[in-house]
């Protein structure tokens, strides 16, 4: 059964660049057709999409990110991550990596709460 | 892309059934049968309920179901019990990546 984990710094200062790392175990990311994918909530409200890759590295980002978001895949580590550029306050929030297969996200991880403050 | 829109809060008793809608436009919902439902309760990951508008995953209870009609699409929960009170999220393909609704709180009177 395919589990998902993320980390990274829970504190990152504005202005900053927010990395974090997904480890897939259970099976490979390179298995079947996924795509690998960023979710974002803050705190007490919806649910965002950020964006996917796909195994090939083909990738694809929610427009309003766009210019700050970079999604990448490590197939030998088993792992995918995130990288936001110019961070502010706005970007506090649980940060989710999800499977994206059946054309939904049918495995989450847990989710790791990121602050940005100074 | 601009989220989805959903109704704040639904309620309903133990037993009976609750249906909640999800609209979109002629550019996500409208245009593709790629809509999905997630339910997520305090503190936890979300989960998914439905599937390629009206599928369900394995293990998912069958009182949960959901229709499309035009740019809106809607989650129904029959029988409705304790448990299901949590978040709901509607997510639609929509071109080159996706968008999730504005959420609906669930409470089970």
């Known amino acids: 059964q395919v589990q998902l984990q993320e980390s990274g710094p829970g504190l990152v200062k504005p202005s900053q660049t927010l990395s974090l790392t997904c480890t897939v175990s259970?099976?490979?990311?390179?298995?079947?057709?996924?795509?690998w994918s960023w979710i974002r909530q803050p705190a007490g409200k919806g649910l965002e999409w950020i964006g996917r890759?796909?195994?090939?590295?083909?990738?694809n980002y929610n427009p309003s990110l766009k210019s700050r978001v970079t999604i990448s895949v490590d197939t030998s580590k088993n792992q995918f991550s995130l990288k936001l550029s110019s961070v502010t306050a706005a970007d506090t929030a649980v940060y989710y990596c999800?499977?994206?297969?059946?054309?939904?996200?049918?495995?989450w991880g847990k989710g790791t709460t990121v602050t940005v403050s100074s | 892309q601009s989220a989805l829109t959903q109704p704040a809060s639904v309620s309903g008793s133990p037993g009976q059934s609750i249906t909640i809608s999800c609209t979109g436009t002629s550019s996500d919902v409208g245009s593709y049968n790629l809509v999905s439902w997630y339910q997520q309760h305090p503190g936890k990951a979300p989960k998914l309920m439905i599937y390629e508008v009206s599928k369900r995953p394995s293990g998912v209870s069958n009182r949960f179901s959901g229709s499309k009609s035009g740019n809106t699409a809607s989650l129904t929960i029959s029988g409705l019990q304790a448990e299901d009170e949590a978040d709901y999220y509607c997510?639609?393909?929509?071109?080159?990546?996706?968008?999730f609704g504005t959420g609906t709180k669930v409470t089970v009177l």
């Open positions: 999800a499977r994206w297969g059946l054309q939904s996200a049918d495995v």
């Open positions: 259970g099976g490979s990311i390179s298995s079947g057709s996924y795509y």
């Open positions: 890759i796909y195994t090939s590295g083909s990738t």
């Open positions: 997510c639609s393909y929509a071109g080159s990546g996706y968008v």
